[in-house]
């Protein structure tokens, strides 16, 4: 069975920082692209970051350049999101998925995992 579980989230400060983790079993990880997503209460999943199967590629979210880094380990079959000077905004369920398709829609990702929760606030 497809798994992606996501781990790292919590509470932080505003302009603190968080790596979520996102570790994959049961694919051939390597072959596909991965993507981060996130849902804020009563708003629509929003995509935040993409990186593609060799990990030469990355996309982001306009709200979140320069301050996310996405990034990839094949070997390890994981998949990370550096987050640095964290806003109120940035307060959602954060769930990490993986495509076999080179896109940052998040309606063409095939597998997902169950989502974790960052909440930025003092």
């Known amino acids: 069975e497809v798994q992606l579980v996501e781990s790292g989230g919590g509470l932080v400060q505003p302009g603190g920082s968080l790596r979520l983790s996102c570790a994959a079993s049961?694919?051939?990880?390597?072959?596909?692209?991965l993507g981060w997503f996130r849902q804020a209460p009563g708003k629509e999943r929003d995509f935040v970051a993409a990186i593609l199967r060799d990990g030469g590629h990355l996309y982001y979210a306009a709200s979140v350049e320069g301050r996310f880094t996405i990034s990839r380990d094949n070997a390890k079959n994981t998949m990370y999101l550096e987050m640095n000077d964290l806003k109120p905004e940035d307060t959602a369920v954060y769930y990490c998925?993986?495509?076999?398709?080179?896109?940052?829609?998040?309606?063409?990702?095939?597998?997902w995992g169950p989502g974790i929760q960052v909440t930025v606030s003092s």
């Open positions: 049961a694919f051939t990880f390597s072959t596909y692209g």
């Open positions: 998925a993986a495509t076999s398709r080179t896109t940052t829609m998040g309606e063409f990702y095939d597998y």
